[in-house]
């Protein structure tokens, strides 16, 4: 079936707004070009400003005049049920339309894409009609009743990585809570959200509620954080996009800004860790996963030091035993890099680091090449210094530092040592020393002797300039409603 679906052929991608597929304004297009093997796949929709600006207005004029908002809550939770169904009854169509579009291994992608995107959409359908306001006791004779209101229209940027998980992470509440959104997603990354768009109206979701816009950052994505009818921006990506989109906000309608921007996790391996074979295997699969396209990525090993050398042996034969190459044959451990320019960027903090008189340890290079597609692989650097770039910097691929530390105090200064703080991994036996671990790490997420669990109950969210406000859990709902208090004297 994988076959079969990888050769089919993909119509010209439009935008899809009020409903309906649209192309660009001004007729342009830009190709989408296949990282598995360099080839033309088909082109995508350039968005205009005017482009953005119609979506908008769809999205704007579906929630004034309440056609999904003023639905019963249990009405609006029938179509989100009906979608997730549908997504996953197309389950390996998405899987392999967004594999061929971004090059993530099929096995990775099949559960983190349709399937979760579908769990995500049902979690929040279900809490649809869960909404519940407060009755605040005032003072005799006044009633203070608190409502939960949606905010709106909301503006979605997402990236390339996991455009159907994180996509549902975002739309799922914002929609559940009666909001209205269009959503942009990467250029590299768009086939398949916009089929997920396609899919929501098949299952029943009124024109307008879910708009998906292509084209390039800068211009569609811009557009929504300028406008003055976008009321909630909502954003996965760069840190450097992230300030652009804070300062758009500002200079127009402060709309509500929530980043969920870069990390550069560490993962903490001290001597007395349960099973160091465990840990070498699951932090391999931390940062090698996906080729390290992951935001939580556990990118900077440290390791406690009389362990060092022998878990770096343990921790580089697990990188050479990862299965690189082909994302749609599903033997395959770690796909492809999602463009060019990505892979060059990879290379050269290696070749700095390298430069600098760093040891890569394995790694360091592009492979595959005569295939036409982008692959890297598994690198580790080690005995990298706390201000070496790579270190500092989120690479966004497959490549690892290690560092050597002597006692608890100084894992967690170097750990804590950096702008970001989305996530982090501890591997102890000790209980007390993982508390404590837990208690001071700033991440947004800290995992103990187990690395990028995901489960949609929890929150995620970044400390630190790893961004602000959560996806997932119940908590998501604060971004996409509004509090109004009502006086009522008896
Ligand atoms: P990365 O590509 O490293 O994940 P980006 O922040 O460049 O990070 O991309 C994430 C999303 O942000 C993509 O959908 C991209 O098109 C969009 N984007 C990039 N630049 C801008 C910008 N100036 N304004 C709005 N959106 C942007």
Request: proline share 5%; net charge neutral; charged share 20%.
């Amino acid at each position: 079936k994988i076959a079969q679906l990888r050769n089919q052929s993909i119509p010209p991608a439009r935008h899809f707004i009020d409903g309906a597929q649209v192309s660009a304004s001004d007729g342009g297009t830009m190709p989408v070009t296949s990282p598995i093997d360099g080839a033309e796949l088909t082109t995508l929709a350039r968005g205009t400003h005017k482009d953005a600006d119609r979506a908008i207005a769809a999205a704007r004029g579906a929630f004034d005049d309440g056609r999904w908002s003023g639905l019963a809550p249990a009405a609006r939770k029938k179509i989100l049920l009906a979608w997730a169904s549908l997504i996953e009854a197309h389950a390996l169509e998405l899987a392999v339309l967004g594999v061929r579009d971004n090059g993530t291994e099929i096995g990775m992608a099949f559960k983190a894409e349709p399937l979760s995107a579908a769990g995500t959409i049902r979690f929040y359908a279900e809490a649809c009609d869960k909404i519940f306001g407060e009755i605040a006791p005032t003072s005799p004779g006044a009633l203070g009743l608190v409502h939960k209101q949606p905010v709106g229209v909301v503006g979605a940027i997402v990236p390339w990585n996991f455009p159907l998980m994180i996509g549902a992470w975002k739309l799922a509440p914002a929609l559940a809570a009666g909001c209205t959104m269009v959503m942009k997603p990467a250029e590299t990354a768009s086939l398949s959200l916009l089929r997920l768009a396609e899919l929501g109206h098949e299952a029943g979701l009124p024109a307008g509620v879910f708009n998906v816009i292509t084209g390039e950052g800068p211009v569609v994505g811009a557009a929504l954080a300028q406008s003055h009818d976008v009321d909630a921006l909502v954003f996965t990506g760069s840190g450097a996009t992230g300030r652009k989109l804070m300062e758009a906000a500002a200079r127009s309608n402060l709309k509500r800004v929530y980043l969920e921007l870069g990390g550069k996790s560490p993962n903490i391996v001290f001597a007395d860790a349960p099973d160091l074979n465990e840990a070498a295997k699951v932090s391999a699969a931390g940062i090698f996963r996906n080729s390290g396209q992951v935001c939580i990525a556990g990118s900077r090993l440290l390791v406690e030091r009389s362990i060092y050398d022998s878990f770096l042996e343990k921790f580089a034969a697990q990188a050479k035993a990862m299965r690189v190459g082909d994302p749609l044959d599903p033997a395959t451990h770690a796909g492809a890099i999602n463009s060019e320019s990505q892979l060059a960027r990879n290379l050269a903090f290696v070749d700095a680091a390298r430069a600098a008189g760093r040891r890569v340890v394995t790694g360091g290079t592009r492979i595959l090449e005569q295939t036409g597609g982008t692959y890297m692989a598994p690198t580790i650097v080690a005995d990298v210094t706390q201000d070496d770039p790579i270190v500092q910097n989120e690479v966004f691929g497959p490549v690892a530092t290690v560092q050597p530390f002597d006692t608890e105090a100084e894992a967690i200064a170097l750990a804590n040592g950096t702008t970001l703080g989305l996530a982090a991994g501890v591997w102890t036996r000790d209980l007390s020393r993982a508390h404590r671990m837990v208690a001071r790490l700033r991440a947004g997420v800290v995992h103990v002797n187990t690395y990028g669990g995901a489960d949609i109950t929890v929150p995620m969210g970044g400390m630190k300039q790893s961004g602000n406000g959560h996806d997932k859990s119940l908590h998501a709902f604060e971004k996409y409603l509004d509090l109004k208090t009502a006086w009522i004297k008896l």
